[in-house]
C-alpha cells in the first residue's frame, strides 16, 4: 500500500510557519485579486484564496467586476495597482470574458507582481532556466510535496500526462531543472499506457479518470493534479485511487493532495514577493 | 538504407526564393550583428553569416568589440540598433566575455529585432504557446526540414537528447506544439537507450559521439544537431552514420543537414522580421 502523499497536512504546516513569519513583519504582505463575472466556481476558488490570506495575516482584497467590464477599465486597474508599492501581488483569477485579451491583461501585470509566474517575462525566465520572481503556484506545490517526502527527481524519469500553460508546461520545465528526463504526454499520445508505465514518477493533470493499475510502473510515485466532480457528484481526480495505490509507492490523493499545495504556494508567492520587494532576505 | 534529409539542397531551395523576394523589396532586410572578441569559431560563424546575408541582398553590418568592452557599451550600442528604423534584425554572436551579463544584454534587444527568439519575452511566447516574432533558429531550421520530407509529428513520440535553451527546450516545446509526445533526456538521463529506442524521431544535440544503431528504433527518423571535430581533426555529428542509417528511415548527415538549416532560417526570419516591421504580409 502506498504512503499518501498528504498536502493537507503539509499545507497546514507550511502555512503555520508562514503564518509565524508574517507575525514578526510590522507593515503587512498584501495579495489583491481581481474577479471579473460571477462564474461560481471563480468566486469559490477567490474567497478560498481571501480566506486563506486572511487566516495567515496577509491583507487580501478581492476588486469585481461586472462581465461587461472593458479591458481598458482592467488594464487601468492593474497599472495602478502596478504603482501601489503597499500592494505585492497581483492574481487575475481566470477565466476572463471573451471579449477580454487574456494574455494583454495577464502580461500587464508587473513581473515582480506576478504571483502566478504567468507573464511573458517569467514564463522566458522559466523557459530559459533563469530563476522568475517565484513559480507557479501548482507545480510548485508539488515540488514542495515531492521534497517534504524526499523524493528527488534526479535522474527519474518524470512523466506529465497534461500540456497546459498552467500545469504540464511549467511543471516539465522545472522538473528538467531538478535533473529529471521529462517525457510530456497530452490527447495526441499514441499508447500512453506505454509510457506511463516507464514514469519513476506519474503527474496527471487531464481532469478525467485516466489513470489505471495497469498504466503504472510498481512502486512508481503518482501525483494526481486532476479534480472534477464524476457523474455522482463525487470530487476525484485522474486517478484509480484504490487500485493504483495499491501498486505504487507514493500517490497524492484527491482532495488532500495537490489542490492544498496549490494554495499554499500562492501564499507563500505572496509573500516571497513581498520580501523581494522589500529586500528581506528569506 | 535511409533517405538523407539534405539541409544543403532545401537551404539552396529556400535561400533562392528568398532571394528572388528580396529583389522586389526597394528598401533591402537589415541585419545587425555584433561580435565581442577574437574567438576563432565566431568569427568565422559571423562571417558566413555575412557571407550568405550579402549573396541575397540582405543589407549586413558586423559591429566588432574588443574581449574588453564594457557591458554598458553594449547596451548602448543595442538601444541604438533598437531605435534604428534601417536595422530590422539584431543578433549578438555568443559566447560573450564573462565580464559581460549575457542575459541582460540579450533581453535589451527589442523583442521585434530579436532574429534568434533569444529574449525573455520572445522566450515566454514560445513557452505559453503564442507566437515569438520569429522562431529560433535552429529547431526552426529542423522543422523545415522534416516538413519538406512530409514527415507529420502529430502523435508521434519526439525524444531529444540535449537540453540547451539553443536547442533542447525550445525544440521541445515547438514538437509539443505540432502536437507531438515530447521526451527531453540529458547528461543526468538513465537507461538512455531505452528511451531512444522508443523515439519515432530522435533529434540528438549533444556534441559528442553517442547515437548506435542500437539505441534506434527501426524505421525510425534520426535528426543530428551535433557538430565538432574528432580526434582526426574530421567533422562530425552525435550519430554513427553508416550503421544507423542502415537501419532508420530518414537521417540527416552531419555536415550538410541541420547546419545549412540553421543559415537559411536565420535569413528567413531577418526577412520576416523586416516583413512584421513594415506591415508586408509573408
Known sequence: MAVIL???KLRNKLLDKLKFEIEQYGVKPSLAVILVGDDAASQIYVNNKKKTADSLGIKSTVIIYPTTVSEMVLLDKIQELNNDDSVNAILIQLPLPE?????????????????????????????????????????????????EYGISLDGKHVVIVGRSNLVGKPMALMVLNRNATVTICHSH?????????????????VGEVLIEDDMIKNEGVIVDVGIFRDAD??????????SVSKKSA?????????????????????????????????
Chains 1, 2 share one sequence.
Not at 127 to 138: E, F
Not at 189 to 205: C, F, H, P, Q, W
Open 6 to 8: 498528504d498536502g493537507k
Open 99 to 147: 471579449h477580454i485579451d487574456k494574455q494583454k491583461v495577464i502580461n500587464s501585470i508587473s513581473p515582480i507582481k506576478d504571483v502566478d509566474c504567468f507573464t511573458l517575462e517569467n514564463c522566458g525566465r522559466l523557459a530559459t532556466g533563469l530563476k522568475p520572481y517565484v513559480y507557479p503556484c501548482t507545480p510548485k506545490g508539488i515540488l514542495l510535496l515531492l521534497d
Open 189 to 205: 499520445t499514441k499508447n500512453l499506457k506505454e509510457i506511463t508505465k516507464t514514469a519513476d514518477v506519474l503527474i496527471s493533470a
Open 233 to 242: 457528484g463525487k470530487i476525484r481526480g485522474d486517478v484509480q485511487f484504490d
Open 250 to 282: 507514493y500517490i497524492s490523493p484527491v482532495p488532500g493532495g495537490v489542490g492544498p499545495m496549490t494554495i499554499a504556494s500562492l501564499m507563500i508567492n505572496t509573500v516571497d514577493l513581498y520580501k523581494i520587494q522589500n529586500k528581506k532576505s528569506s
